[in-house]
């Protein structure tokens, strides 16, 4: 205990408050009223956190059923990812299938081939269960946080349980997505992996500087999942191969049909349904990237607020710059070999995890007051960069074997070092607050018999909560007022306003 959180930053939780933006009208006018009756079902004796592990859980049975009926996220005898309105794909060149170790195990699990998997696809109800499971997830994560305001429960123990359980389904609900969308191993879902992790770091950046977690009027968490369900289940009416059609011939506007098309002097790319998708989703990123920096530019000191002061927070990234690039690295090296097997599932899962590992470490930062966790803070960043060098210069994977070796130890010693972190921080938030992680503890009142104070109390009294922190790269304390919306005070503090 004390690896992450030591002692002497242990009173800086007694800091923690709770803020946010939220001005999605769907969010506001739609969801929150249902949000508001689906956590009446719920008994008050009911840990927050478990809501949120409940949810997960739905996310952990999509992706093993994923696995089970379609390991390679495509459907159909085509190679992965020729769409039907041509074979030009505007980045990355059509993929192929090569079975794998993993393949081969689901062969052997169900009796079918590794033809009939092609052709037969997964069936179309697993993509209904997709949906499904995804918006309860959304929802279960949407009303923890009304749970524990309801029971008298919330604190920093839950911010860093929700953030880690949606940084994992990051990882899997993009999986899930890439399957439902056709995309197969293809370079357009690891794409479509870095545009979600980076969503989700920025999100996560933007509030360790500001102070305060904020959705746009069209955010992941709400707009996009809502888009990303109902990609689920057209899926399940249509199937996947309906993404590979083209946006002309969708239209009924192909050239060949069309003669205002046929007669230009170039060629009119009949750009796929999913192609075009992941087009509009870059879009989104860069607008994200500009308003999170734009966010944290406006948490600057006013006194000393230009541009040349956003170097240092833009610095503070390079950590996750380095480890997207060493994965990528370690993915073109044996491309060959991790993306265009199933192999790349557990690849994906090792990226994910690390991810997530990175994250957390980010948030306890955020929670703790302490500064952004450095480079040599990140085990997982220094096991990828050692296994994109060793891809390239080819010391230990030398062969298939030795490459899905490597892999798989990857994994596996990332999930022992994330399973460590989060026992050890979860350990220490609960002994200081003296409280149950899934399970509302109930202790005595103040002065009632067999009442003891827990560490938070005591400190509390103490007043250690209004100790100054003395330390640099800590970002200025944030005022919050539970009214209005944020805006910058001449502290260079982002402050909500009442009548704004």
Request: charged share 15%; net charge positive.
């Given at each position: 205990?004390?690896?992450?959180?030591?002692?002497?930053?242990?009173?800086?939780?007694?800091?923690?408050?709770?803020?946010?933006?939220?001005?999605?009208?769907?969010?506001?006018?739609?969801?929150?009223?249902?949000?508001?009756?689906?956590?009446?079902?719920?008994?008050?004796?009911m840990a927050p956190n478990a809501i949120t592990l409940l949810g997960l859980s739905l996310i952990f049975l999509n992706f093993l059923s994923l696995l089970y009926y379609n390991p390679t996220l495509s459907t159909g005898t085509k190679p992965l990812h020729v769409s039907k309105g041509g074979t030009w794909d505007p980045l990355f060149p059509p993929t192929s299938?090569?079975?794998?170790?993993?393949?081969?195990?689901?062969?052997?699990?169900?009796?079918?081939?590794?033809?009939?998997?092609?052709?037969?696809?997964?069936?179309?109800?697993?993509?209904?269960?997709?949906?499904?499971?995804?918006?309860?997830?959304?929802?279960?994560?949407?009303?923890?946080?009304?749970?524990?305001?309801?029971?008298?429960?919330?604190?920093?123990?839950?911010?860093?349980?929700?953030?880690?359980?949606?940084?994992?389904?990051?990882?899997?609900?993009?999986?899930?997505?890439?399957?439902?969308?056709?995309?197969?191993?293809?370079?357009?879902?690891?794409?479509?992996?870095?545009?979600?992790?980076?969503?989700?770091?920025?999100?996560?950046?933007?509030?360790?500087?500001?102070?305060?977690?904020?959705?746009?009027?069209?955010?992941?968490?709400?707009?996009?999942?809502?888009?990303?369900?109902?990609?689920?289940?057209?899926?399940?009416?249509?199937?996947?191969?309906?993404?590979?059609?083209?946006?002309?011939?969708?239209?009924?506007?192909?050239?060949?049909?069309?003669?205002?098309?046929?007669?230009?002097?170039?060629?009119?790319?009949?750009?796929?349904?999913?192609?075009?998708?992941?087009?509009?989703?870059?879009?989104?990123?860069?607008?994200?990237?500009?308003?999170?920096?734009?966010?944290?530019?406006?948490?600057?000191?006013?006194?000393?607020?230009?541009?040349?002061?956003?170097?240092?927070?833009?610095?503070?990234?390079?950590?996750?710059?380095?480890?997207?690039?060493?994965?990528?690295?370690?993915?073109?090296?044996?491309?060959?070999?991790?993306?265009?097997?199933?192999?790349?599932?557990?690849?994906?899962?090792?990226?994910?995890?690390?991810?997530?590992?990175?994250?957390?470490?980010?948030?306890?930062?955020?929670?703790?007051?302490?500064?952004?966790?450095?480079?040599?803070?990140?085990?997982?960043?220094?096991?990828?960069?050692?296994?994109?060098?060793?891809?390239?210069?080819?010391?230990?994977?030398?062969?298939?074997?030795?490459?899905?070796?490597?892999?798989?130890?990857?994994?596996?010693?990332?999930?022992?070092?994330?399973?460590?972190?989060?026992?050890?921080?979860?350990?220490?938030?609960?002994?200081?607050?003296?409280?149950?992680?899934?399970?509302?503890?109930?202790?005595?009142?103040?002065?009632?018999?067999?009442?003891?104070?827990?560490?938070?109390?005591?400190?509390?009294?103490?007043?250690?909560?209004?100790?100054?922190?003395?330390?640099?790269?800590?970002?200025?304390?944030?005022?919050?007022?539970?009214?209005?919306?944020?805006?910058?005070?001449?502290?260079?503090?982002?402050?909500?306003?009442?009548?704004?």
């Open positions: 205990m004390g690896i992450y959180i030591p002692s002497s930053k242990r009173d800086r939780l007694l800091k923690y408050k709770y803020s946010s933006t939220d001005l999605s009208l769907t969010s506001r006018y739609i969801l929150n009223p249902y949000w508001n009756r689906l956590v009446l079902l719920f008994p008050k004796n299938t090569h079975p794998s170790i993993l393949s081969s195990f689901f062969t052997w699990l169900t009796g079918r081939s590794a033809a009939d998997l092609a052709d037969q696809g997964a069936p179309r109800w697993l993509y209904w269960t997709f949906a499904v499971g995804l918006f309860m997830y959304q929802s279960l994560d949407a009303i923890d946080g009304k749970q524990a305001r309801r029971t008298g429960t919330s604190g920093p123990l839950g911010e860093l349980f929700d953030h880690g359980c949606d940084a994992l389904n990051t990882t899997l609900g993009c999986l899930l997505c890439a399957s439902s969308l056709n995309l197969g191993l293809s370079w357009w879902t690891v794409a479509s992996l870095i545009a979600t992790h980076c969503n989700f770091m920025l999100t996560t950046w933007e509030e360790f500087h500001t102070g305060t977690l904020f959705l746009s009027a069209f955010s992941g968490p709400v707009e996009g999942i809502l888009l990303i369900v109902a990609i689920f289940a057209v899926t399940g009416f249509k199937g996947p191969q309906l993404w590979d059609t083209g946006v002309l011939t969708a239209l009924g506007l192909h050239p060949s049909t069309n003669s205002l098309l046929a007669s230009l002097p170039f060629q009119v790319k009949d750009l796929p349904i999913n192609d075009l998708f992941l087009c509009f989703s870059a879009i989104g990123l860069l607008f994200n990237i500009v308003a999170a920096i734009h966010n944290v530019y406006l948490s600057l000191p006013a006194e000393s607020r230009n541009i040349l002061h956003l170097f240092r927070p833009l610095t503070r990234l390079s950590p996750y710059i380095i480890h997207t690039a060493a994965m990528l690295s370690w993915l073109h090296s044996r491309e060959r070999l991790l993306l265009r097997t199933t192999l790349f599932i557990p690849f994906a899962l090792f990226w994910g995890i690390s991810f997530a590992h990175h994250v957390q470490l980010l948030i306890l930062a955020h929670l703790t007051k302490s500064p952004f966790p450095a480079a040599w803070k990140h085990p997982l960043l220094l096991l990828a960069v050692l296994a994109a060098a060793d891809a390239h210069f080819g010391i230990v994977q030398t062969d298939k074997t030795s490459v899905k070796h490597v892999v798989l130890a990857c994994l596996a010693i990332g999930t022992l070092v994330y399973a460590h972190f989060v026992w050890e921080v979860i350990g220490d938030i609960c002994a200081f607050y003296d409280i149950g992680c899934l399970t509302i503890k109930r202790k005595p009142a103040p002065g009632a018999p067999g009442y003891q104070p827990s560490p938070a109390e005591i400190a509390r009294k103490q007043g250690k909560a209004d100790e100054p922190i003395k330390e640099d790269g800590v970002p200025l304390t944030h005022e919050v007022d539970k009214t209005g919306r944020k805006v910058p005070t001449e502290a260079g503090v982002l402050k909500r306003q009442k009548g704004e």
